[in-house]
C-alpha cells in the first residue's frame, strides 16, 4: 500500500482567531503538495501540523501505508526544512548532524552525514560551530539533518530562503530525487521554486 | 519481540541524547552553572556577614542551608527550559523526538545539576558557617540525596511550564514555592534532627514522606509534560 | 439603647443578615439579567 | 428557582440560629446551646468559618478536575470553569484567612501562629496566587488553558502530603489537632451538641449551595463574554 498523508478539516485558530479551517487535502506517494499563500495566510502553521508538532484545533493529519506507527517512526517518517527550525549553533555541523540521529533513537553514520555535508558543500565547514555560519549555509545544514534519515515525507517551507544560485541547483535536485521517492510538500509563496506539483493547497482563497 | 526491543533502546538513546546535549552545551556555555556557583557563594556570604561572627542556633541554620538550596535553584534549574524556548530551538527538539524522550532527558539533567549545586552548598555551608553540626550523618546525607532528588524533580515541570510561559524566569519561585513547600518543610526538619543527634530511626517517617513526594512529582510530571510540550 | 448595648449579639446579627440579604438580592437579580441576556444570544444566534 | 429560594431561606435561618439562639450553662431547651468555658460566644465563628474554609478546598479540587477534562477534551469552557472555581476558591480562602485571623487574636492572643491549619489554608492562598500570576502571564488561551491546568493538578497531588507533614512539625491550637487535651479527631466532633450540630451542617449544606450557584452564575457570565468577543 503507497505512504498517503490526508488531513480532514483542519481548522487552526489562535485566541479564537481563526488562521485556517477545512482544510481537506491528501498527497499520496510520489505526488507534491504545494501549499501556497501570501505572508501570514497560516503557511506555516499547516507545515508545522502536518509535521505534527502542533496540534490542530480542529481535524487530524492521517498517514496510511506507512505500516504500524510509534512514537519514533512516525517522526522519522517526515524531514523539515523550514526558517523556524532552529540548529544547536554551539555545535558544529557533524555534531548536530550526530545529535539528530541519537535524538531519533538511532546510531548516527558519521559516513553518511559526510556524503550529506558533502552534498550541501558543506563539507569543509563541518567541524566548525554553527553559530560562525552564514544563514545560507545554515539553510544548507538544514537540508542535511531533514534528509539524514531519510524521510519519506519531505517538507520544505520556504525552501530557497537565503539560498545562492549553486544552493537553489541543490534544491532543485533534492526535489526531483524526493518525487520518485516519497512525498514532497512545498510550502511557497513565490511559484518559481517549484515547476511540478499535482495537488494545491491555496491558503489566499480563504482569506 | 524485536521491535520492542529496539524501541526501548530508542527511548533510552533519546533520553541520553537529550541529556548529553544540554551537558555538552552547558559545558561549552557555563550558561546555568556561573550563575548557580555565584548565587550559592554570594547569598553564603551575606549570611556570614548578617551572623557577623555571632552563632546562630542549628535549628535555624538548618533550616537557612535550604534557603540558599531552594533560591539557588530557582535561579539555576529552569535554564534547561527557558534555554530551548529562548533560542527557538524547542521545535526542533519536537520535530526530532518524542516528549517523554525530552522530558527524561532534562530531568536528568536537573537531578545531576541539583545534586552539584546541593553538594557545592553543604560543602561551603559547612565550611564556613560555624555553628552549623550534624549529629546524625546517616540522617543527613540522605535528607540532602533525596532533598536534591525532589527538588530537581518538582522544579523541572515547573520550569517547563514558565518556559512555555514566556516569563522568563519570574514566575519561577512564585509558582514552585508552594509545590516545593511539602518538600522544604520535610528536609528542614530532618536536617534539625540530624543536628540534634537524633538516631536514624527517628527520621523514617521524613524519608517516607520525601520518598512519597518523589515517587508521586515524578509520575504525575511525566503524564502531564506532553499536554506542556506540544502547543 | 441599653438593650442593644446589653446583647451586641443582635447587632452582629442584624448586619450579617443585612450583608446575606444585600448579596442574595445581588445574585438573584444577576441571575435573571444573565438569563435574558442568554435568551437574546441564542436567539441571535437562530 | 425553587432550590434558589430554598438557599436564601435556609441560609436566613443559619445565620439566625448561629447568630441568635442564646448560650447557656446548662441547656434545658432544644434552642439553647451549650456554653463552652473559655469560649462562650467566640464559638459561634465554627458556623462560618469552617464552611468558608470547606469551600476554598472545595473550589481548589473542582478546578482541578475542570484543568483535567480540559487537558482531555480541549474544550475551553472546562478551562473557563476551572477558573472560575479557582476565583471563587480565593475569595473563600481569603474569607477564611481573615476570619479565623481576626479570631485568634482574640482568642489565641495573635493574628497568626503558624499552626497546621493556618499553614496549610496559607499554602492554599500561596496557590491560588501562583495560579492567577500564571494566567496572567500567558496571552494566549489555548496555552494558558493549559498550562494553568497542569500547575492545578500538580499543585493539587502536593498539597495532600501536609497531612502527612504537619502533625510532625508543630502542634496545633485548632481543635483535633496533636496536643488538643481532649484528644484529637476530627474538628466536627468538637463538642458539638446535637442542636449545634444541626446548625453546622445546614451552615455547610447552605454555604455549598451557595458556591454552587455562585459558580454557575461566574461560569454563564463568562460563556456569554466567550461568544461576544469579536474573532478576530
Known sequence: MALRLVTHGLRKAFNRRIVFENIDTSVSEGETLLIAGRNGSGKST??????????????????????????????????????????????????????????????????????????????????????????????????????????????????MSNLDADGMTIVRGIMTEQRTRGILVVATNDLSDIDVHERKVDLNVRA | MSVRETTTLRWIRASLAVFLKDWRSELRTRYAMSALVMFVVTTISIILFSLGGEGASPE????????????????????????????????????????????????????????????LTVVLYAFFINGF????????????????????????????????????GTLYPVLSFPILLPLLMTVINATRLASDGAPLGEAAGEFQILISYIVVVITVSTLLFEYIWKD | MDFLAQHQLYIVLIIAVGIWFGLYIYLFRLDGRLKKLERDMHREQH | MTLRILLGVLLT??????????MVQHPQ????????????????????????AWLSVMAFITSMIYGIRYLRRKDPMDDLTSASAAGLGLLFCVLATVTGAIWAKFNWGSYWNWDPRETSIFVLLLIYGAYFSLRAAVEVEEKRATLSSVYSIIAAVTVPFFVFIMPRIMTGLHPGAKGDPDGAGPVIEFKMSLNMRVVFFSSLIAFTLLFLWMLSLRVRTARLEYHHQPKG
Open chain 4, 29 to 52: 431547651h432544644w434552642y439553647e446551646f451549650p456554653s463552652i468555658p473559655g469560649l462562650e460566644e467566640k464559638a459561634r465563628i465554627i458556623f462560618f468559618h469552617v464552611p468558608t
Open chain 1, 46 to 159: 499547516l507545515v508545522k501540523i502536518l509535521c505534527d508538532v502542533l496540534s490542530p484545533s480542529q481535524g487530524s493529519v492521517d498517514i496510511t501505508g506507512a505500516g504500524p506507527l510509534n512514537a519514533f517512526t512516525r517522526k522519522a517518517l517526515f524531514g523539515l526544512v523550514s526558517p523556524y527550525l532552529q540548529l544547536y549553533d554551539e555545535f558544529s555541523a557533524m555534531e548536530n548532524l550526530q545529535l539528530a540521529a541519537a535524538l531519533r533513537g538511532l546510531h548516527g553514520d558519521a559516513r553518511i552525514h559526510e556524503e550529506l555535508l558533502a552534498r550541501v558543500a558543506l563539507d569543509p565547514k563541518r567541524a566548525d560551530p554553527v553559530h560562525g555560519f552564514s544563514s545560507g549555509m545554515k539553510q544548507r545544514l538544514k537540508y542535511a539533518l531533514a534528509l539524514a534519515h531519510h524521510p519519506r515525507i519531505l517538507i520544505l517551507d520556504e525552501p
Open chain 2, 133 to 168: 553540626i550534624v549529629r546524625t550523618l546517616s540522617i543527613f546525607l540522605l535528607t540532602i540525596a533525596l532533598g536534591s532528588v525532589g527538588l530537581a524533580a518538582a522544579s523541572t515541570i515547573i520550569a517547563a511550564i514558565i518556559a512555555r510561559a514566556n516569563t522568563k
Open chain 4, 13 to 22: 435561618l443559619v445565620i439566625v440560629a448561629a447568630l441568635g439562639l442564646p
Open chain 2, 60 to 119: 535555624v541554620l538548618a533550616g537557612m542551608l535550604w534557603v540558599v538550596i531552594f533560591f539557588a535553584a530557582m535561579s539555576g534549574l529552569s535554564r534547561t527550559f527557558v534555554m530551548e524556548e529562548e533560542r527557538g530551538t524547542g521545535m526542533t527538539l519536537q520535530l526530532l523526538t518524542p516528549p517523554g524522550a525530552v522530558f527524561a532527558g532534562k530531568l536528568l539533567f536537573n537531578l545531576v545539576l541539583g545534586a552539584g549545586l546541593t553538594l
